[in-house]
């Protein structure tokens, strides 16, 4: 495989699978940290190109926080958390108790709770992957940013793009206790990764 | 109120005599400004990768975007000693190892487009790149003055 664009509706399908199980071991996880329910709704399967899929995602000088952390092993690719002003402010007023907050003005310990918080969702989503496919991924340290969302997306961008037009993001968005606060889980694996993926998944 | 010419990534726009010329949020991408004072003739590019393989998308790289930018410039009439050249952008918002050691991708970005406009008989006059954050880069075709938009920061005159 060498393009995204080559994949069958089976492997959408069976990709779209792996977001929901993730996405939804993440969502638990991100759960009994804040000791509150969260859902993650349906993930998507998006093949687009670089202005498509940045338009999908908001406004390209929005502000937000992300938290990258990159895989490796049987699966390359990058995990990206995306959180919006209003998310993270929900999460900080429920492990911290802090009223809303600018995000250039989070201090240390909000960076090191929005990074902690991103790490365990992201390990969560990549742990119940990796155990579904028996494929093997290690995973970076996890990096945290706050800037206009086009410029965060811009490495993982660059570094899907070296091989295609087009990126594959798998998306699922968090609602903490029913309400729909934005935030995108990013998932975008390597395209040569997914061959990999879907041999030990038993579809080719 | 200006009209406004929006530039995609790996895309370029030429317009000349009144108007504006928008690339948003520049991360390690690169916007190149091109402009022929006497035309009033501008053309910004926003490029993604440093040197171009065999893909056919030329204005997604430094090496080629930059040529092919020079290339309708040209057929428009523009002059290359008349040109002024400013880039933005090639920041670097996280430490990546990524595949094919594309860690340092903005800082090879600013580089490969230096290469290429050198390359042409052209230097940059004035850049705002490196650092850590995202940039809104704008080409007023009026005047030729080039803005830089950050959040959390002063606009910039480049």
Known sequence: MNNYQEMNEIQLDLLKELGSIGGGNAATALSSILGTKVNMALPKVEMLGFNEALALLGDPEEVIAAILVEMSGGVEGIMLFLLSKEFSDEILYRMLNKPPVDLFELDEIDISGLTEIGNIVISSYVTAMSSLSSVEMELSVPQFAVNMLGGIMSMPMAMMGQYSDQIMMITGEFQIDGKALHSDMLLLPDVRSLEVLMKKLGVN | ?158
């Open chain 2, 1 to 158: 109120m200006e009209k406004k010419t929006t530039v995609g990534i790996a895309d370029m726009k030429i317009i000349r005599q009144e108007g504006v010329l928008i690339t948003y949020a520049l991360g390690s991408c690169i916007g190149v400004s091109f402009y022929d004072p006497v035309l009033k003739l501008g053309a910004l590019l926003h490029i993604m990768l440093p040197e171009r393989g065999n893909d056919a998308n030329l204005l997604k790289y430094a090496d080629s975007g930059v040529k092919e930018t020079l290339r309708k410039l040209h057929a428009f009439g523009a002059v290359k000693s008349r040109m002024i050249c400013k880039i933005a952008g090639g920041a670097k918002m996280f430490e990546m190892k990524g595949p094919g050691g594309l860690g340092n991708i903005g800082e090879r970005n600013a580089q490969s487009v230096k290469r290429a406009l050198m390359a042409e008989g052209l230097r940059v006059s004035s850049e705002d790149t490196g650092a850590n954050y995202a940039r809104t880069m704008l080409l007023d075709v009026g005047n030729g003055k080039v803005s830089i938009r950050s959040a959390g920061k002063p606009e910039k005159f480049l």
